[in-house]
């Protein structure tokens, strides 16, 4: 389970949020993956939370908004949602196609 949301979830989100480790030669502002700053992931995280009453019931716990609580534990079954459930909807259109089509295709 580590694998499939804590290890993904370290990786994916520094990147698209411009926060990954980089050389100073190769700034996040030219990453076109980068999007997620700002108002675009306050908006993001305000959906995701926003996503609970379209949830089954059998969800252990709604999902919380991942740009107010991603560092004070996200829980492995809220990255599990929303890597592969809420992800894959919530960023289409939000992230450029070519990074968004491998980004379906990993999860």
């Known amino acids: 389970m580590h694998l ?4 993904i979830s370290d990786l994916f989100l520094p990147l698209c ?4 480790d980089h050389d100073r030669l190769d700034p996040p502002s030219n990453w076109p993956w980068a999007v997620l700053q700002e108002e ?3 908006s993001h995280g305000m959906a995701v939370s926003a996503a609970t009453p ?4 059998s969800f252990d716990r709604p999902p919380c908004n991942i740009a107010e609580k ?5 829980k492995a079954w809220e990255w599990l949602l ?3 459930g809420l992800a894959p909807a919530l960023l289409f259109g939000v992230l450029p196609e070519p990074y968004y089509l491998h980004f379906c295709k990993l999860v």
């Open 54 to 57: 379209y949830l089954p019931g």
């Open 17 to 20: 949020r411009g926060l990954f």
């Open 70 to 74: 991603i560092n004070s534990g996200y």
């Open 4 to 7: 499939s949301t804590f290890n």
């Open 40 to 42: 675009i992931w306050e």
């Open 82 to 84: 929303y890597l592969y």
